[in-house]
């Protein structure tokens, strides 16, 4: 054993060929033989991981370890959220979907049948407007014909007071046949 400075030092003895691979491998990460020798010891000493092992088992049993974990994980997620989550939506959607047939079998045709009954009424509505105008023009008409037929008949009373008994009977036809007139222009 070999000291320098406070470390101690050992060597180690390989072939040739062997220090032409660390040669190899040690440029390629950029490090010196030493330097990539020991990196290569503190890897195989923190992974805990077998030198001979060339397919890496330990890593892949870790790796599938860890990939059961996540798909338990993933499983158990689902039984717990995703499948209620959509039984949920299955039943929200079939009750969307009853209710929109019994909008559409009920209220659309109820809705339709209130149209119908509204321009029915609609149409009565403007009917009876129209009598009542008719009704509004014929009582008006008709206090128009009463003060005409007033004004007729006082004019008659008046005249037939006028006309007494020793007046001529063509007077007295003469005035019953004009307010006879007078009645049929009414």
């Known amino acids: 054993m070999e000291e320098q400075g406070s470390h101690k030092i050992k060597t180690l003895r390989f072939s040739i060929s062997v220090d032409e691979k660390l040669q190899k491998v040690a440029l390629k990460s950029g490090l010196t033989k030493l330097d990539f020798f020991i990196a290569m010891v503190d890897y195989f000493f923190k992974s805990k991981k077998d030198p001979r092992d060339l397919n890496d088992e330990l890593l ?28 949920d939506g299955e039943r929200m959607i079939a009750a969307q979907g009853k209710i929109i047939t019994f909008f559409n079998e009920n ?45 007729l008949l006082e004019y008659y009373i008046k005249s037939r007071e006028q006309i007494s008994g020793f007046s001529k009977q063509a007077d007295k036809e003469e005035l019953t ?10």
């Open 107 to 151: 209220i659309i045709k109820h809705n339709d049948e209130q149209k119908a009954t509204s321009k029915t009424q609609s149409t009565n509505v403007s009917q009876i407007v129209g009598f009542l105008q008719k009704l509004d023009t014929s009582q008006y008409d008709k206090k128009i014909l009463k003060a005409k037929f007033s004004d």
């Open 60 to 87: 892949k049993k870790e790796l599938n370890k860890k990939t059961d974990n996540i798909i338990g994980f993933i499983r158990t997620q689902e039984e717990e959220l995703l499948r209620p989550i959509k039984k």
């Open 177 to 186: 046949s004009h307010v006879r007139q007078q009645v049929k222009n009414l």
